[in-house]
């Protein structure tokens, strides 16, 4: 890529708008913010001169990928998309997406706008399932000692109670970046005609998403679109919360 003639064109084109040189590991693209969020939170525009774009995904954001010059490979949940000169595709909250070209020059509009705090990367130990993003989010524990174990990780081990519903049977604890929930185990499957092993909590850009994915890949679900059973009948929740 050669950056200097880029950022010389895009200088006189759109003359004062702030240009973003990305050449880090895995990246190489030039961008310049043409309509930034920071004057309007509810659209962007900018301008993406593309040799490789990392992968990544925004929770907020949709975003269109217009090709005004050159070809661009978008990937987009694991599957391939071939963009040629005056062509378009929308990329939706949740998806993770990344794009190589060969100094392509594509606009993308963003609603609502780009803001930094919406770009997530993924990394090798993230991927799951392909095309879907999954972070722990807590240990959930069913117990038939409640009040032990709540006295037990309380003081023995150090965690703050976030929150206790003991009529419920339920408490929220942290420690440090780990969450933590005590679910009174009698209480659970009282109410829930399921024999449970283990109940695991994971977080994901876009529960909409998410649901749709796995539905497609036949995922069974105990109640969608947030609870899943697994083969041996335990329970996995999502939640983009």
Known sequence: MNSKKIIAE???????????????????????????????PTHSLALAVIDVSKE????????????????????INGTR????????????????????????????????????????FQTKAD????????DFSRHIILTSRFQ?????????????????????????????????????KDKFLKNNKINNRQILSFKVASLDTTYKQLEKKGVSFFKKPNLILDPDNNLVHISDR
């Not at 004062?16 to 043409?34: L, P, W």
């Not at 990544?56 to 990937?75: C, D, M, N, P, W």
């Not at 990780?153 to 339920?170: E, H, I, N, P, T």
């Open 81 to 120: 998309r071939f963009l040629k000169e005056n062509e378009w595709w929308v990329i939706e909250p949740g998806q993770l997406h990344s794009a190589r070209g060969e100094e392509t020059w594509v606009y993308i509009y963003s609603e609502p706008g780009w803001t930094k705090d919406d770009h997530y």
């Open 148 to 184: 032990q174990m709540l006295e037990f990780y309380q003081q023995a081990l150090g965690f703050q109670l976030k929150s206790v519903d003991r009529a419920g049977g339920r408490a929220e604890l942290c420690l440090s970046n780990l969450n933590l929930s005590l679910i009174d």
């Open 56 to 75: 990544h995904f925004h929770k907020r954001s949709a975003e269109i990928y217009y090709v005004a010059k050159g070809k661009l490979t978008l990937q």
């Open 10 to 40: 895009l200088k006189k084109q759109y003359p004062g708008k702030n240009i973003i040189v990305n050449e880090e590991k895995g990246a190489a693209e030039i961008i310049c913010e043409i309509d930034p969020a920071s004057e309007h």
């Open 127 to 134: 991927k799951g399932l392909p095309g879907l993003s999954f």
